[in-house]
């Protein structure tokens, strides 16, 4: 709880610098709670629709449509030895919860709950050019 206490802290504070620069980013941000073996279709369409609730009260979505980043590592697993960042796989690269995710995010279903939910999956770069 300590760790995303602090992440939550680091997040806010960074709001002014953002603002200073005029820089976008998300409204809301997903994926604490749902990363590694607790990501499930349930869990995402759970705190989805609590961000939705949330951010649909926010003055924001008057400006622009409601962003929202999802924090995902998909991927496959190092092997021991072989891959990882800089000094080689650590105990994150080599997590079978990256295939996990992979496998969920993946999986036909979440893309009908987005569709169905009205979300459109986009990159940083398209986030920029909405309005």
């Known amino acids: 709880m300590s760790f995303y206490s602090?992440?939550?802290r680091d997040a806010l504070?960074?709001?002014?610098?953002?603002?200073k620069y005029s820089l976008?980013?998300?409204d809301?941000?997903?994926?604490?709670?749902?990363?590694?073996?607790?990501?499930?279709?349930s869990s995402l369409q759970r705190t989805l629709s609590l961000a939705l609730e949330s951010g649909t009260s926010d003055s924001?979505?008057?400006?622009?449509p409601l962003s929202a980043e999802l924090m995902v590592h998909p991927g496959y697993p190092s092997?021991?030895?072989?891959?990882?960042?800089?000094?080689?796989p650590d105990d994150?690269?080599?997590?079978?919860?990256?295939?996990?995710?992979?496998r969920v995010l993946t999986d036909p279903a979440l893309s009908a709950m987005f569709h169905q939910e009205g979300v459109s999956v986009c990159t940083f770069r398209e986030l920029l050019t909405r309005t």
């Open 6 to 8: 602090q992440v939550e």
């Open 13 to 19: 504070e960074s709001i002014p610098v953002f603002r």
């Open 24 to 26: 976008r980013w998300p």
């Open 28 to 41: 809301v941000y997903l994926g604490l709670t749902t990363m590694g073996h607790n990501m499930s279709l």
């Open 60 to 64: 924001l979505t008057k400006e622009h």
């Open 79 to 88: 092997l021991p030895g072989d891959g990882g960042c800089g000094e080689g």
């Open 92 to 102: 994150f690269s080599q997590s079978l919860e990256r295939e996990h995710e992979l």
